[in-house]
């Protein structure tokens, strides 16, 4: 560093020459002044001779009084995420001081320049800053509202690594569990406060879901491989080549083994449960007398592709639309009951044997719906 180098006096020059250039308002100028002398240390200045020393601090006055000027900004965010109950109350004041500094280390940073120039782009960071400060306090309390905040992230991720593993979404709900379970093991021995400071919380937190959902994945490869709990007679059904032919045993065992209300109350919850998507037409098919606002209600949820909904959500989700379409009162239970009598029914026809579903292991029936799954998908993706 160079030394003996006042640099408060540049400062004071840099805010004055800013005043005089109207890039600054007079009403900043002591506002400005301390703030920058405040937040400056020696470690932030680029050893460089006077003339450039001088026009890096009046850079930093420049772009903290942008910061200054913009401090409604600020002020109205932390309000909104105390209103959300984000924040405590008390704690205006020392997050606006928090904020302004993070955000003023930013802009005078790599690339400050296109941020303190464009209104949109520093709204995005300093909503990004009030969000982080936020993650470091829950982070800091070991709280389970850190992970729960970032829930539909952990379940973006738990999806698409299942499917770059060629996974069945049989698993998908028991990965999903077992993955917030390990995570919330280590928010509360305190294994995620190993984050280091500088990179955003969320960019740290999307590592560390992401290594677990890995180790997950792989206790349950290994465990898969370990378990032998369905004999040679099933397992050989599952040779993905034949797919066509059961695809093809399936679409006629639904017309002989099924009546026809039967039928389309079963291929609409399949529907629903295996392929996670239906259209207006599947609706009309099982329930041809559907109301039209009741169509649109069942479309705003199960139109669009939902991998990410709990199975447990979409469970009463549909139990709650059958209902409406039946227009008679049924249980959870009964519904369930419903759909997996059917299905192990059309199982047994295509495996010619029987089934004792009582009997079967948990490892069993989860194969035999991976399969179910397959044959399903195969059959409509056919149609």
Not at 217 to 245: P, W, Y
């Amino acid at each position: 560093m160079m030394a003996k180098i006042n640099y408060h006096q540049y400062i004071e020059l840099g805010v004055a020459e800013l005043i005089q250039e109207k890039q600054l308002g007079l009403s900043q100028k002591e506002g400005v002044t301390e703030w920058v002398k405040s937040w400056l240390v020696e470690e932030k200045v680029e050893e460089k001779n006077e003339k450039e020393l001088a026009l890096q601090l009046k850079d930093y006055a420049y772009k903290a009084g942008i910061i200054d000027a913009n401090r409604k900004m600020i002020d109205k965010l932390i309000v909104a995420f105390i209103r959300e109950k984000r924040f405590a109350p008390d704690q205006k004041e020392k997050l606006q001081q928090q904020i302004s500094d993070r955000l003023l280390e930013k802009v005078t940073g790599k690339g400050g320049d296109k941020i303190v120039n464009d209104t949109s782009r520093l709204q995005y960071q300093i909503y990004a800053i009030c969000n982080d400060e936020e993650d470091l306090q829950l982070l800091e309390q070991n709280s389970h509202k850190l992970l729960d905040k970032y829930q539909a992230q952990i379940a973006s991720i738990v999806k698409k690594l299942i499917d770059k593993r060629s996974i069945s979404t049989v698993y998908y709900d028991r990965i999903f569990d077992d993955t917030k379970a390990l995570l919330f093991d280590k928010l509360l021995t305190g294994k995620l406060k190993q984050y280091r400071k500088g990179a955003l919380v969320r960019t740290f937190l999307y590592k560390v879901f992401t290594n677990a959902t890995i180790d997950i994945l792989r206790k349950h490869i290994r465990q898969r491989e370990r378990e032998v709990t369905l004999n040679t007679d099933i397992t050989a059904f599952f040779d993905k080549s034949s797919m066509g032919l059961f695809a093809h045993h399936y679409g006629s065992l639904l017309k002989i083994l099924l009546k026809k209300e039967n039928r389309s109350k079963f291929e609409f919850c399949v529907k629903t449960l295996y392929l996670r998507q239906i259209n207006q037409t599947d609706i009309i098919q099982a329930y041809p007398n559907a109301a039209q606002e009741l169509q649109a209600n069942i479309l705003s949820v199960f139109e669009k592709p939902f991998p990410l909904m709990a199975l447990g959500d979409i469970w009463k989700h549909l139990l709650d639309f059958v209902i409406q379409l039946e227009e008679k009162k049924q249980g959870l239970t009964y519904l369930k009951s419903f759909v997996e009598s059917h299905k192990y029914l059309i199982l047994e026809t295509i495996l010619e044997k029987p089934l004792m579903v009582k009997d079967l292991s948990r490892e069993a029936k989860n194969a035999l719906d991976e399969f179910f799954e397959l044959v399903v998908y195969k059959y409509y993706q056919e149609l």
